[in-house]
C-alpha cells in the first residue's frame, strides 16, 4: 500500500524560509508533487519530482530522496499570501493514482 | 476563460436525495478526475477518467455514478445521498494520465446534505 506523512501544521515568520517534510512508502513510485491550496480554493501545482535532488522554481524548491522516501518543499522569504496547505502528492505507476497526504497548514504570521 | 469549471458551486440538500454535479474543461486534456476533500481536508480520488474511459474507481459507493459523455466533460451523480457524503467535490483535469503530468483542479463543489 501507499502512505504519506506530513506535518499538520506549521507557523513561520513573514520574511523566513520553512521547510514542509514529506516522507512516504509506496511501491511502484513514479513521481512526487506538491501542490498548494489556499482556504476555500482550489490545490495548484507547485512542483513535481521524479528524480534525486533539488528542483527550484523562484522562492520555492523541492528536494526529494527516492531511497529514503522523503522529499521537502523549502519556502524562502515568506509572504502573507504564502499561508496555506501544502499537499504532498505521490503518483504511482501500476494503479495510475494520484495519493495526496493529508498537507502542511503552513500559518505566516507578521 | 476558466480552464475546468464546475457547477453548482455550492449544494445544500436533504438526505436521500439525488443529485449531480458537472465538470468540464476546456485545455484539451485526456484525463479527468473527481476527488472528494472531507472536513480533515484529505483529498482522496474516486474516479479517473481517460478518453471517456473508466480507468480508476476507488472502492466509491455504487451510489456515486461518474459519466463522460465526451472528453471535455466528466459529470457526477449521487443517489439517495448521505450524511456523511458532506465534502467538497473537487474535478481535475490533465493532458495524459502518465506520471509527471499536471493536474488542473476545478473551484470545487461544497456539498451539504442535510
Known amino acids: 500500500g501507499q502512505n504519506i506523512d506530513q506535518p499538520t501544521e506549521m507557523t513561520a515568520t513573514e520574511g523566513a524560509i520553512v521547510q514542509i517534510n514529506c516522507t512516504y512508502q509506496t511501491s511502484g513510485f513514479n513521481g512526487l508533487f506538491w501542490y498548494q491550496q489556499h482556504a476555500g480554493e482550489a490545490p495548484t501545482f507547485l512542483s513535481y519530482?521524479?528524480?534525486?535532488g533539488l528542483e527550484e522554481k523562484g522562492r520555492f524548491s523541492s528536494f526529494l530522496s527516492r531511497s529514503k522516501g522523503y522529499s521537502y518543499l523549502l519556502l524562502k522569504e515568506l509572504q502573507m499570501k504564502d499561508s496555506a496547505s501544502y499537499l504532498c502528492a505521490l503518483f504511482t505507476s501500476g494503479t495510475y493514482k494520484y495519493i495526496f497526504g493529508t498537507g502542511t497548514r503552513l500559518k505566516v504570521l507578521a | 476563460d476558466t480552464a475546468v469549471s464546475q457547477t453548482p458551486k455550492y449544494l445544500v440538500t436533504q438526505m436521500g436525495n439525488d443529485k449531480s454535479i458537472k465538470c468540464e474543461q476546456n485545455?484539451?486534456?485526456?484525463?479527468m478526475y473527481w476527488y472528494k476533500q472531507d472536513s480533515k481536508k484529505f483529498l482522496k480520488i474516486m474516479f479517473s477518467?481517460?478518453?471517456?474511459?473508466?480507468?480508476i474507481n476507488e472502492t466509491v459507493p455504487n451510489r456515486f455514478s461518474p459519466k463522460s459523455p465526451d472528453k471535455a466533460h466528466l459529470n457526477l451523480h449521487i443517489n439517495s445521498l448521505e450524511l456523511g457524503d458532506s465534502a467538497v467535490y473537487f474535478c481535475?483535469?490533465?493532458?495524459?494520465?502518465?506520471?509527471?503530468?499536471?493536474?488542473?483542479f476545478g473551484p470545487g463543489t461544497r456539498l451539504l446534505v442535510l
Open positions: 477518467y481517460n478518453n471517456k474511459e473508466l480507468i
Open positions: 481535475a483535469s490533465s493532458h495524459a494520465l502518465a506520471a509527471q503530468e499536471t493536474q488542473y
Open positions: 485545455l484539451g486534456h485526456d484525463t
Open positions: 519530482n521524479v528524480l534525486d
